[in-house]
């Protein structure tokens, strides 16, 4: 939540606690527009103006408050690439720039211009500080953006679980589950590097919703599924007998707290079923677990209420925890579908995705995203980590294997997108095997 990241972020100063998404757009990249059309939004939408204002006392927290001079000129930039810039070139710029300080004394937010080689397109690299906002409203603020119509996320399904004594015993097992270290892989014991690399793929968002239907499950499932058969492939298993464990943020806002700003999420572990088990053994595995922060007794709401009891002064260590690497090796996030149609500065948002930020000590973070038909895949690896770039290929495989296990032979056959690092894309025609969609559990 935001004051346990804050103390994180204040305790670890080097570390960029970011959220980002990567925009496709159809035009020509014009600066003074693009500033026009933000500055323009940050008047309907007056939480773009919002900084951290220091506590009024020693006992009390910092508060989201306006900035009374908002320049609009220090947050919406031109960043030009070479004249012949690649993907690997646009790739590289993301990671770097993804990994660069967001000061907390001014809106902690900023949009990167990236013009393409042409005269027909261009990208747009949005990111903020993750106290500031979690997936949905990362979502939320990119429709205050760049939102055509209704300019905020749509509402989505409350967390309002009974708080149960049930709840509340499993909510505590599952949190003292985290003193226990995973288990992990070869290509993931490496030391860590600085340096770190961005791989990312598209595909048809249909196909994820058609495995789900198939399997009695739901797309973050599938997601989960797939992701497991491609580690399984990826690399071998390192720390004996115990379970490969994947890190999954869970969404616990209130029905009050849709539409506001903020962070409102924990981490759950999940074990990813591995060996040579059927795809139906697989999901069964992951629905066991997942579905637990499901239906009227979720324990997302158990956990949140024993997280709201951790003093603050511990609220740190509970996130260093969390992405301790010993514990959750794998850190994973579906943000689920972006809604649209948007624009930047009246040119049309054609694709998109969501880009994981690793921070100090994680090495994998794999993040799933939709916008329009498209779902999209980014993975993000740690500099020393071995073939990163095969995940993504091999997590569209895996794809490939739960369709012909269910039969699903109607399933729109796809071009495969440019090697596995194609930029994002909408398809105009069905899209390739590998897709992905909502951000529930």
Not at 239 to 265: C, D, H, Q, T, W
Not at 287 to 295: E, F, I, N, P
Request: net charge positive; proline share 9%.
């Amino acid at each position: 939540m935001d004051s346990a990241l804050l103390g994180y972020q204040r305790k670890n100063s080097a570390a960029p606690v970011a959220v980002a998404y990567l925009l496709r757009v159809a035009g020509t990249c014009d600066l003074g527009a693009a500033r026009a059309a933000v500055l323009d939004r940050a008047r309907r939408f007056p939480a773009l103006t919002h900084r951290l204002a220091p506590a009024a006392g020693r006992s009390g927290w910092p508060a989201w408050t306006p900035e009374p001079e908002f320049d609009v000129s220090a947050h919406v930039r031109v960043h030009h690439l070479s004249a012949a810039a690649d993907e690997a070139e646009l790739r590289n710029f993301v990671e770097w720039r993804c990994r660069a300080a967001i000061p907390l004394d001014a809106p902690p937010w900023e949009i990167c211009l990236l013009p393409g080689p042409g005269a027909d397109e261009f990208h747009v690299l949005f990111r903020a500080s993750h106290i500031w906002l979690d997936g949905a409203a990362l979502h939320q603020v990119l429709g205050m953006l760049f939102g055509e119509g209704h300019a905020a996320a749509p509402p989505r399904r409350g967390r309002d679980g009974q708080v149960t004594r049930r709840v509340l015993a499993v909510a505590l097992g599952r949190l003292l589950g985290w003193a226990t270290p995973a288990g992990s892989l070869e290509a993931l014991a490496r030391p860590w590097s600085r340096r770190h690399d961005l791989h990312w793929a598209t595909t048809n968002a249909e196909r994820l919703r058609a495995l789900a239907r198939a399997y009695d499950a739901t797309v973050n499932d599938v997601f989960l599924v797939a992701l497991a058969g491609a580690l399984d492939s990826w690399s071998r298993p390192v720390g004996g007998r115990r379970e490969v464990r994947a890190l999954m943020p869970v969404s616990i806002r209130r029905k009050e707290e849709f539409g506001g700003l903020g962070n409102y999420v924990v981490g759950a572990r999940v074990s990813l079923p591995r060996g040579p088990i059927s795809p139906w053994s697989r999901f069964e595995a992951i629905r066991r677990q997942t579905s637990r922060y499901r239906g009227p007794e979720n324990v997302a709401a158990g956990e949140r209420w024993w997280f709201e009891k951790i003093p603050a002064r511990f609220g740190p260590m509970a996130v260093t925890m969390g992405m301790d690497s010993r514990r959750v090796p794998v850190t994973t996030s579906n943000v689920g579908v972006l809604p649209g149609p948007m624009a930047v500065a009246g040119c049309p948002v054609t694709g998109g995705m969501p880009i994981p930020v690793l921070l100090p000590g994680q090495r994998l973070f794999v993040m799933l995203g939709v916008l329009g038909p498209t779902a999209s895949l980014s993975v993000a690896v740690n500099g020393n980590v071995p073939d990163g770039d095969r995940l993504v290929s091999l997590w569209l495989a895996e794809l490939d294997g739960l369709e012909q296990a269910a039969g699903l032979t109607a399933v729109p056959a796809q071009t495969p997108a440019p090697e596995t690092s194609a930029a994002p894309t909408t398809p105009t025609t069905p899209a390739a095997p590998g897709t992905s969609t909502t951000a529930t559990a």
